[in-house]
């Protein structure tokens, strides 16, 4: 079974950062894309940023400048470094895996279980 194993959440002040990582876990043949969502209380699912296998990057307008998402493919992980935090900032940041099986070759899509980042002072 694949999994997202995610860890780095936590309150900090505006203006703060906050190092997110997320862990691909499983027989996987495979990573075609990852990224980072964010749902704030009362709000939708939002993209933060995306990455592709061939390293194609998309941010949120909102993060631009101040986040950035890479990958160690050798572990199979995908960070999300966030710089000058601000509260709007806080939400539930929730990985996402595009992943080839390495079993059937089929690709799924795999949800985190979600970390919380607030940003308060």
């Known amino acids: 079974q694949v999994q997202l194993v995610e860890s780095g959440g936590g309150l900090v002040q505006p203006g703060g950062s906050l190092r997110l990582s997320c862990a691909v876990s499983?027989?996987?043949?495979?990573?075609?894309?990852m990224g980072w969502y964010r749902q704030a209380p009362g709000k939708q699912r939002e993209l933060v940023a995306t990455?592709?296998?061939?390293?194609?990057?998309v941010y949120a307008d909102s993060v631009k400048g101040r986040f950035t998402i890479s990958k160690d493919n050798a572990k199979n992980t995908v960070y999300l470094q966030m710089n000058s935090l601000q509260p709007e900032d806080t939400a539930g940041y929730y990985c996402?895996?595009?992943?080839?099986?390495?079993?059937?070759?089929?690709?799924?899509?795999?949800w985190g279980q979600g970390t919380l980042v607030t940003v308060s002072s």
């Open positions: 499983g027989s996987i043949f495979s990573i075609n894309r």
């Open positions: 996402n895996g595009n992943v080839r099986l390495s079993s059937s070759l089929r690709t799924i899509e795999v």
């Open positions: 990455v592709t296998s061939d390293g194609k990057i």
